[in-house]
């Protein structure tokens, strides 16, 4: 379902939203520049968003660390499920947390200390510990950060999974990563503004970081007909360039 939040306001960054809504399950996208606010909406989305009774947000912070409170990585995964002093939990509960942890390369640190880990293995149980609540809705700024290739790839496998029942709104700066994801979000600056994820690329992307990146973007410079996401996935943009040529009076003169 959707979540109706209201109004929202990020002092930090001096811009408040009005009766913003998440939509219903799906990967959204938030992109802005470094200081613009993102990591701070995130939280105040959690502290002050309306939240309708029995709603579960997940949130996974910019700087995990800040999130991993207890003494054990196992304590970490279960505290909310454990009964008072005893620390006892259902037994379907323990194997539900064995089953993350296995799922995130975790199994064999539950009893260390989460601040002993790596930044990458933070990051990993911070999503393992944020997965086993079920949210209704996933906060994930920066989820890439400190993820080697075999955890982004799972991560997208999760991604996938997740939103299928759940809203899921991710902020990265890594632009192919989230136009493969996200087709709609929103461009944070001074507030946020909704759209298509390959237009806010077009329109507020940096210097391209990949050469096709960079022929993408001449290619929409000189009115070429491609879709502006389309760089984010090679066999698209193969597509889209074969379209092109079999249509030459389309082809653009790029220098």
Not at 68 to 90: C, H, I, N
């Amino acid at each position: 379902m959707a979540w109706p939040v209201g109004t929202i306001k990020v002092p930090l960054a001096g811009w408040q939203v009005t009766d913003w809504s998440l939509p219903g399950p799906g990967i959204w996208g938030l992109a802005g520049p470094n200081g613009s606010g993102k990591s701070q909406f995130f939280s105040q989305l959690v502290a002050w968003g309306n939240k309708p009774q029995g709603l579960r947000v997940g949130l996974v912070m910019q700087n995990p660390r800040l999130q991993l409170t207890e003494a054990t990585v196992w304590d970490q995964m279960t505290w909310p499920f454990q009964r008072g002093w005893s620390g006892r939990m259902k037994p379907a509960v323990a194997t539900r947390a064995e089953q993350i942890l296995a799922e995130w390369h975790l199994e064999n640190y539950r009893t260390s200390a989460p601040w002993e880990l790596s930044g990458g293995m933070q990051r990993r149980l911070a999503l393992a510990s944020m997965e086993i609540l079920a949210p209704e809705v996933y906060l994930l700024d920066e989820p890439l950060e400190g993820l080697d290739l075999e955890h982004r790839v799972l991560l997208d496998t999760k991604l996938d999974q997740w939103s299928k029942t759940a809203s899921v709104l991710v902020s990265s700066h890594v632009w192919q990563w989230l136009l493969v994801h996200t087709e709609w979000g929103w461009w944070c600056d001074q507030g946020l503004t909704w759209g298509r994820m390959g237009e806010i690329w077009y329109q507020h992307g940096l210097s391209p970081e990949l050469p096709l990146e960079a022929l993408w973007r001449r290619l929409l410079d000189k009115g070429a007909p491609v879709t502006p996401e389309a760089w984010a996935n090679l066999e698209r943009a193969r597509n889209e360039v074969i379209c092109i040529c079999q249509n030459s009076h389309q082809i653009p003169s790029i220098p």
